[in-house]
């Protein structure tokens, strides 16, 4: 009979013990998934809600008025702060669930159960990274065309990086062109295959030649967790024409009304020790969440990295 090890322990766990233990899967799936949220990377922290989110975007972050040179005994003057215009968002409630049949039990298909956990995990995550990447697309982010795609030998990955950065850095208040918001780009957010595409370049890998050779990031045991001063966050699912230059934390929030919950296994139709009517069992995935961002001009789109 196959067998694997439990998340746990060193115990063997079968399908049946699984079923058993109502707990497991919501247990094994919920840790399997910690962590892998990339929105919790990129989004700050913006309290629960209750299926709307009002907010306003960020306009210059300065009174109206410069400080003045007062006389002796002068009043000081009070001056007022820049609004910005008002949005609002509705949550959208994603879920899905994965089936263990009494059948699969008896069989011990625990290769079976394991992949519908596996595709559950990752149909999350894509999920999770989906909406992140709908929140920038939504609000219409700054966008800078690369010099060449990264595949071209004349490509320069480093400067399209540093160029953006100075749009992010350079961004001027809507309602006050004359000055600047005050970012400062610290994130890297791209596909696994574009970052390789920006590190095996030949234009950036001239730069660790001679004695700093061994400082060259694709011979080192660790992934490189930075390049040209960003922090480079990436996942296998991201697709490869979605790469931002951003501030983390800055650029937008996440607020969840219901985080990201996997469910305990139960027979959908009632339990008799049998699974109920339908003879199966069931875990549920659901999340309902609000991801805005309203400093749309701490982000910056690179366009045309891949052809």
Partial sequence: MAQTNSAFSADKITVEDMVSDPTWISSFAGEWLDGTDIADALFREGGPNEGVVAFREAAAPFLNDEPENLAEFAEIPVSEMNTGKLRSIIGQRVALGIQISRDMVKRNQLHFVTNQLIALRNTMVKSGIDSSIAAFKSANVPTLNVTLDWENADAVPLKDLRVGKRMVANFRAPNAPDKK????????????????????????????????????????????S???????????????????????????????????????????????????????????????????????????RLVGVTQ
Avoid: C
């Fill in 181 to 224: 918001m005050g970012y400062k780009a610290d994130t890297l957010l791209v596909s696994e295959s574009n970052l390789e595409l920006a590190l095996w370049h030949e234009s950036v890998q001239k730069l660790f030649r001679g004695n700093i050779a061994s400082e060259n990031p694709l011979y080192k045991d660790d992934d490189p």
């Fill in 226 to 300: 930075s390049v040209s001063g960003l922090r480079i966050l990436s996942h296998p699912l991201l697709e490869d024409d979605e790469t931002y230059i951003l501030q983390r934390g800055v650029a937008g929030f996440r607020s969840d009304e219901d985080p990201l919950t996997i469910t305990d296994l139960y027979a959908p139709n009632g339990e008799n020790g049998y699974g109920g009517s339908t003879q199966s069992w069931r875990a549920d995935a659901f999340r309902k969440r609000i991801i805005a961002l309203d400093n749309p001009g701490a982000v910056v």
